[in-house]
């Protein structure tokens, strides 16, 4: 059940995003006061070579002040079309463009204060092509298999949702193999 909110205050806006108080009506009729991260949605995609393995980014995150591993991700223009964002997103991240984009559903990444829609691709037939990255953006591009891939979870190496969940995805449809 969905229903509009009684009443909405913006707190604070930044680029594309926006934090919000809204006054809503629950599905049990209970009012409450709730806050929601207004975000224009996402998309993630995991690059698989020829070879089967999967193109993974090194990045530094500052909200961590770390660099992590994680898929090529990137959020949507106004109005953008996920497919066109996920194909411009692939070639700025990773240096690659991909001739087939499969799309593999959505994920919801905290869904208890955004409303965050991620839009997750798969990326074959991948070639060489370039564009201009953001200039915030520190990137290392590297080349791994999907045990590789599973040897960093287990090992706490890899600790990004978007991309574990991702993963999975591509482990269920068989697009990916592993051990």
């Not at 194909?87 to 991909?98: K, N, Y």
Request: aromatic letters at 6%; glycine letters at 10%.
């Amino acid at each position: 059940m969905t229903t509009a909110p009684l009443s909405r205050r913006i707190l604070f806006s930044w680029r594309h995003f926006s934090g919000v108080l809204r006054d809503v009506l629950l599905p049990n009729g209970k009012p409450v006061t709730t806050f929601t991260l207004e975000h224009p949605g996402a998309v993630v995609i995991i690059p698989i070579t020829d070879s089967g393995s999967i193109i993974f980014l090194s990045q530094y995150r500052p909200a961590l002040n770390e660099t992590i591993f994680e898929l090529p991700a990137g959020t949507l223009e106004q109005g953008e079309d996920p497919a066109a964002c996920a194909a411009r997103e692939l070639i700025e991240e990773t240096g690659f463009a991909a001739k087939n984009l499969i799309p593999l559903g959505k994920l919801l990444p905290a869904p208890g204060f955004c409303n965050e829609v991620q839009w997750c691709f798969a990326a074959t037939g991948l070639y060489p092509a370039s564009a201009a990255g953001d200039d915030d953006e520190v990137i290392e591009v590297r080349e791994m298999s999907i045990n590789e891939a599973k040897r960093l979870i287990e090992s706490g190496g890899l600790i990004d949702a978007k991309s574990i969940a991702l993963l999975m995805k591509g482990l269920i449809g068989g697009l990916v193999r592993g051990e």
